[in-house]
């Protein structure tokens, strides 16, 4: 019998091997979940809490230019999306979604988090307790535990799998590696010595089948080769189906205006080059784009805004019923805002990813909001989210 000091020190050995091959595999465990359909969910988050007032911009209420100061944006370069909202200029590709009807934004939304730390916030934002780890799952698992199991697999882009795909479903998680490429010889000799062993023969294939699947192993951190990465896996007719990509810098407390714009700019890429990458099978697609809490309606002293609490979410896909703005917009005025400082939210984020995963894979939304988003209560639903539902 092998200790289990061992197993470690081999499991290390295979993740060293696995990245030098493109692969850098989560956790010893994992393995892909199934889901028997033709729909793709993409959840990207946004880690560090990005700035909604300033992505989609409210520029035709009378406080926000005064709120936000030299960091208002300057409407005449943005893309007005209607009589009071534009969109920032950095998402050029996400407007053109949006001309198409393919991108569809909802303003003041929030999870049931109100204070405003980064952790606390993304788990709750991933788990949907109603505080921070009170629940030991995430979302999505629970969501894969309403679809039928068959070929098809889940996938988080990320170097570990991130909170929202942890629980009892396996998941496996793909990061492109800067390591040089193992060589065939290399990769024939690490399957023939674990070919004997069940737990690792099964980790290796699993990797080596997850290293197959990426057409462009050189995508390291380019935004745009990310994105074609991800469709590479994504558009295969036996690939994943749900997957989760994680983006971070968005924590802007100092020089936001660069900032943001470099990070809208680059989420923007990325999304482009899935649209691009996934082709027909972007029809079937729908991307949830959320963050943990959005940022200060005012900006601060130093070119910045602070965390606050209501953002932005955005709905992107080929059959979504975009080309609008949901909000029950509560003003800007100070006496409008939550604690007088941040944007109030008005639509809980649970009841927009209730509606919008229920459509999408044509579940009942009473019993997606049950096992999906049990400790935040019983929600109104959103209609009409995609044009197919």
Do not use: C
């Not at 996400?94 to 303003?107: D, G, I, M, P």
């Not at 030991?136 to 068959?150: E, Q, V, Y």
């Not at 997606?368 to 209609?383: H, P």
Request: aromatic share 8%.
């Amino acid at each position: 019998m092998q200790s289990s000091t061992n197993n470690m020190n081999r499991r290390d050995f295979l993740r060293l091997l696995s990245a030098g091959a493109g692969v850098l595999l989560a956790s010893p465990y994992i393995s892909f979940a199934s889901a028997e359909t033709d729909r793709r969910f993409i959840f990207i988050i946004q880690r560090g809490a990005a700035d909604g007032l300033n992505t989609v911009i409210p520029y035709a209420d009378p406080a926000y230019a005064k709120l936000r100061g030299a960091l208002a944006i300057d409407v005449s370069q943005a893309t007005k999306l209607d009589g009071m909202f534009a969109l920032h200029p950095s998402l050029a590709e996400t407007a053109k979604l949006y001309a198409n009807k393919q991108a569809l934004f909802v303003h003041a939304v929030a999870s049931p988090y109100r204070s405003r730390s980064h952790f606390d916030g993304q788990n709750v934002l991933e788990t949907f307790g109603t505080t921070a780890y009170q629940i030991k799952d995430g979302w999505m698992n629970r969501l894969l535990t309403l679809l039928p199991s068959a070929q098809n697999e889940a996938i988080a882009f990320a170097t570990t799998v991130p909170m929202a795909l942890r629980g009892k479903i396996e998941v496996a998680s793909y990061a492109p590696s800067a390591l040089p490429q193992a060589s065939d010889d290399l990769l024939m000799r690490v399957n023939q010595l674990y070919a004997e062993d069940a737990q690792l023969h099964s980790l290796w294939s699993a990797a080596m089948e997850a290293n197959n699947m990426a057409d462009d192993v050189s995508a390291k951190q380019d935004p745009a080769s990310f994105g074609k990465l991800a469709a590479s896996f994504l558009a295969k007719a036996d690939g994943p189906r749900v997957a989760m990509i994680e983006t971070g810098g968005w924590d802007t407390h100092t020089a936001q205006e660069g900032r943001l714009a470099r990070q809208l700019k680059s989420l923007d890429s990325m999304i482009a080059a899935i649209r691009d990458g996934l082709g027909p099978v972007w029809q079937k697609t729908t991307i949830v784009v959320a963050t943990e809490f959005g940022r200060t309606a005012a900006a601060n002293g130093t070119g910045g805004t602070d965390h606050g609490t209501g953002s932005t979410a955005m709905i992107l896909g080929g059959d979504v019923n975009g080309g609008r703005v949901l909000a029950d917009w509560p003003g800007l005025s100070n006496s409008a805002l939550y604690e007088g400082r941040d944007l109030k939210p008005t639509t809980n984020l649970a009841t927009l990813i209730a509606a919008i995963s229920s459509a999408s894979f044509k579940l009942d939304p009473a019993q997606v909001n049950k096992v999906l988003f049990a400790e935040s209560g019983k929600t109104k639903t959103i209609e009409g989210l995609l044009r197919t539902s």
